[in-house]
């Protein structure tokens, strides 16, 4: 479907699920394109509110009405077939596109980098966006997340580029038309779609795949399961471990002087000068709630990090405890993200936390899925235990009243998940 569809030809567009970081980079996009755009979701939020103040008109709950004839419906898969919006557009005969197919669309006609893997991949892509653009490059930029630099998700551009992130969830990132395709690492996420690791290999096989006689992919092709990715690929592959590794960037861990160095190998494949190089990774200053500093409670320092999977959870809280030392108390609030995950990776979780002090457990974040009474994150955190002073609350007001309660000046606490966990900071400012 989405081949048939003409950018030019498009004069208003409604997008489903606005107020996510995909959908609403690419409401702002088709609005700096001179396209009527309207929007809805299912609760107003700060984005939502960014893009009224951006002359976007944003409704609140899904409807049938709102779809007054648009040109083209985006939609995320998040929302079911049986959205209300959704099926109007459909009963209409409105060309509907999920978010990774408009990426199919916009990434035609691009010189397109895009930026997949299990781990990292916002991040990565916020750094290479920035590094095109201190290099003139004047490129497009899509991310997951919002750039610190920025203050946005999405950066207008008039150029060739297009540097995008590609998500492997279900596939999506199979709509993309990739020109250089870099893969930060493969890991066994997805695990309630993909099943096993080895369905995740075919589907990033599948994505190289893709590439032309003169693509280039950039990995680390010696790491876990890229090799079998790459075997026999005919397209150039560039090892960005062979990079320099910078350590003076204002963004923590060893995770991020990996996501440095994939730049890196961009930037000297874009022909940009070293100089150039350096000064733009050493001056990135992050995305949103990747370690994200929120600020002070009672002399103690509050950070909000998406990590939900447990490698990342052990990238982060070692990135922490190597910057604050061993004497900083460090104390995690998480929420575990999706049944399937927690009963999945149970035995990773109970792993991941050991740079921490305390964990204070939220319930499940359910997200897309139905809870079907298989686990609970009480299940968690009496595993947790074995080897982490771990607690399950619940409820985040009764994890702010232990906060309150138990913290001390000079503790470091940590709000964790790819759920709604950030609130506690929120709730505990309130009480002042």
């Not at 970081?21 to 960014?50: E, F, H, Q, Y």
């Not at 990995?219 to 592959?237: S, W, Y």
């Not at 190597?322 to 929420?335: A, D, L, S, T, Y």
């Not at 982490?388 to 001390?408: H, M, N, P, V, W």
Request: positive net charge; hydrophobic residues 40%; proline residues 3%.
């Amino acid at each position: 479907m989405s081949k048939r569809v003409k950018l030019e030809d498009v004069r208003s567009v409604h997008c489903i699920g606005i107020g996510g970081v995909g959908v609403s980079a690419i409401a702002r996009m088709l609005a700096r394109m001179g396209k009527r755009v309207t929007g809805s979701d299912s609760s107003r939020s700060p984005i939502t509110a960014a893009l009224v103040r951006e002359g976007i008109r944003v409704h609140a709950g899904h409807r049938m009405s709102y779809i007054e004839k648009p040109d083209l419906v985006v939609y995320t898969k998040a929302v079911p077939d049986t959205n209300p919006e959704l099926v109007a557009a459909r009963r209409k005969k409105i060309p509907c596109l999920s978010y990774a197919e408009m990426l199919g669309v916009v990434s035609h006609e691009k010189f397109t980098i895009a930026v997949s893997g299990a781990h990292g991949k916002t991040t990565t892509t916020a750094m290479v966006g920035k590094l095109l653009r201190d290099a003139k490059l004047d490129p497009t930029v899509i991310v997951g997340g919002i750039m610190v630099n920025t203050r946005s998700n999405f950066v207008a551009g008039r150029s060739k580029y297009l540097i995008v992130e590609a998500c492997e969830y279900k596939k999506s990132f199979l709509d993309i038309h990739p020109s250089v395709i870099i893969i930060t690492n493969i890991d066994n996420d997805h695990l309630d779609y993909y099943k096993n690791i080895k369905n995740i290999e075919r589907a990033f096989r599948a994505f190289v795949g893709k590439l032309g006689k003169d693509g280039m992919v950039v990995c680390d092709p010696k790491a876990p399961h890229l090799r079998e990715v790459i075997r026999g690929t005919k397209v150039k592959v560039v090892d960005y471990m062979k990079s320099p590794k910078l350590k003076d960037l204002k963004v923590i861990g060893d995770h991020n002087i990996r996501n440095a160095q994939v730049a890196h190998a961009v930037g000297k494949l874009l022909g940009i000068s070293d100089a150039t190089v350096r000064k733009s990774i050493r001056s990135f200053r992050g995305v949103g709630r990747r370690f994200e500093y929120k600020g002070l409670f009672r002399g103690a320092r509050f950070y909000d990090d998406y990590a939900h999977h447990p490698t990342e959870i052990r990238a982060a809280l070692r990135a922490a405890r190597e910057h604050f030392g061993p004497k900083r108390r460090i104390w995690v609030v998480f929420q575990p993200h999706l049944y399937s995950r927690t009963k999945l990776l149970m035995r990773e979780f109970a792993t991941a936390f050991d740079d921490a002090d305390h964990v204070l457990l939220a319930d499940i974040y359910a997200a897309r899925e139905r809870d079907d009474g298989m686990v609970h994150a009480r299940d968690l955190a009496t595993v947790m235990a074995a080897r982490t002073d771990a607690s399950y609350l619940g409820d985040f007001k009764k994890i702010a009243t232990e906060l309150r309660r138990s913290i001390r000046p000079r503790d470091v606490v940590i709000t964790m998940g790819a759920g709604e966990a950030y609130r506690v900071f929120d709730l505990l400012r309130a009480s002042r």
